[in-house]
C-alpha cells in the first residue's frame, strides 16, 4: 500500500490526479479555491473547510472538505460519538427470517446421508455405477 501523491506524474504535467478526472459525481474537486468557486460549487451554501478537531487537538490541513456555511471546522469525534453502531443501532431488522423454513435435520427430510471415511484429507474413490444387464440387452 502506498500514500496517495496526488498522482504527481499527472499534476506535474498540469493534469489534475486520476481520482478527480474520473470521478462520476464529481465529489471530488482538484484545483485552487477560485477554480472551486468558478466551476459552480459554492453556490448552494458550501464552503472549504480545512480545519479538523480531534477531541481537543485542532489540525489545520492543505486538504478541504466541503462544509455547510454554518461550519468552520469538521469535529471527527463528534462524529464518532453521534454514530449509531454496535448493539443499540439504529438499524432496519434483519430479514434472513423471512419467507424461509425451519432447520429439518437431513434424515427427516430425506437426504441419505453418506459415510465419511476415516481420513476426510484423503480422495475418496466414486463408487462403481451399477450395470445393468437388461439396460444393455434392451439397445436394439
Not at 432496519?92 to 434424515?107: M, S
Request: charged share 20%; with cysteine; hydrophobic share 35%.
Amino acid at each position: 500500500m502506498q500514500k496517495c501523491n496526488l498522482c504527481y506524474d499527472r499534476t506535474s504535467q498540469g493534469k489534475g490526479p486520476m481520482c478527480a478526472t474520473v470521478c462520476p459525481s464529481q465529489a471530488i474537486f482538484y484545483g485552487t479555491y477560485e477554480e472551486w468557486v468558478a466551476a459552480g460549487r459554492a453556490k448552494q451554501g458550501a464552503k472549504p473547510v480545512n480545519t479538523f478537531y480531534f477531541g481537543q487537538q485542532r489540525v489545520r490541513t492543505r486538504n478541504y472538505v466541503v462544509m455547510t456555511a454554518a461550519d468552520d471546522a469538521l469535529d471527527l469525534m463528534a462524529m464518532v460519538e453521534e454514530a449509531e453502531m454496535g448493539k443499540n443501532a439504529n438499524m432496519p431488522r434483519p430479514i434472513a427470517n423471512r419467507n424461509t423454513e425451519l432447520w429439518v435435520e437431513a434424515d427427516v427430510a430425506g437426504i441419505p446421508q453418506r459415510q465419511a471415511p476415516p481420513q476426510p484429507w484423503t480422495p475418496r474413490t466414486p463408487e462403481p455405477e451399477p450395470t445393468h444387464a437388461s439396460v444393455a440387452s434392451d439397445t436394439r
